[in-house]
């Protein structure tokens, strides 16, 4: 050894081999689990103890409440009594079941990525069963929301479409679904806003995976 050396000390050593605090993710936070994207058969939080554990249970408790908080006010009849108190009218198809639209945003999707959608598909995109989306399929034809369309390179298919009257009622729905989403966040920074947008839509896909159900939520 040189005389200039000077020997390092263990902890400095050490000190040295250790990620800076300031690149690693707080425990518990939505930042550490936003970077474990990618990880193999990740589907739960890791498994830890103490104040990252309770941080990680609070924060699935928090995004279960927010689903179901979400599913029970985007359902139709409460935005049918929302627009209600807003004065605007519920329309010639207020009395169709909530699930006959919902059918109509699978038609629609399905329309988007060039393509139709049997009654069988339509079950699965749906989570119901084959009678159960025969029945939905027959309420949106006999209301002029839908309509059959042969398929030209299989007969033995007959996709549903959306019709004009359809499209119209759809997009009337979307448009109020959306003003509430804008308006919901109009004080949000536009950061805020596709961080949600970017979150949600990761979740949703993600839900999807496990529950087979393509990105829906029940």
Do not use: N, Y
Request: proline share 4%.
């Amino acid at each position: 050894m040189h005389g200039g050396d000077v020997a390092r000390k263990p902890e400095e050593g050490a000190a040295a081999s250790r990620e800076p605090a300031e690149l690693a993710p707080p425990a518990g936070s939505f930042g550490a689990a936003d970077g474990a994207r990618g990880r193999a058969g990740a589907v739960a939080p890791r498994a830890a103890g103490g104040a990252e554990a309770r941080d990680a249970a609070e924060a699935i408790e928090a995004i279960e409440a927010a689903v179901l908080a979400l599913r029970r006010s985007g359902r139709r009849g409460a935005l049918a009594r929302l627009s209600a108190r807003r004065g605007r009218r519920a329309g010639a198809h207020a009395a169709l079941p909530d699930a006959v639209f919902e059918l109509l945003d699978a038609v629609a999707a399905a329309g988007e990525r060039g393509g139709g959608l049997t009654v069988t598909e339509a079950a699965a995109a749906l989570g119901v069963d084959q009678p159960r989306s025969s029945r939905l399929a027959a309420q949106a034809l006999a209301a002029g929301l839908l309509r059959r369309e042969a398929d030209q390179r299989d007969g033995r298919r007959s996709p549903l479409r959306l019709t004009a009257e359809g499209r119209e009622v759809l997009g009337r729905i979307r448009e109020f679904r959306r003003g509430i989403v804008a308006e919901a966040t109009a004080g949000w920074a536009a950061e805020d806003r596709a961080t949600l947008a970017r979150l949600l839509t990761r979740f949703l896909r993600d839900f999807g995976a496990v529950t087979g159900r393509g990105g829906e939520v029940d």
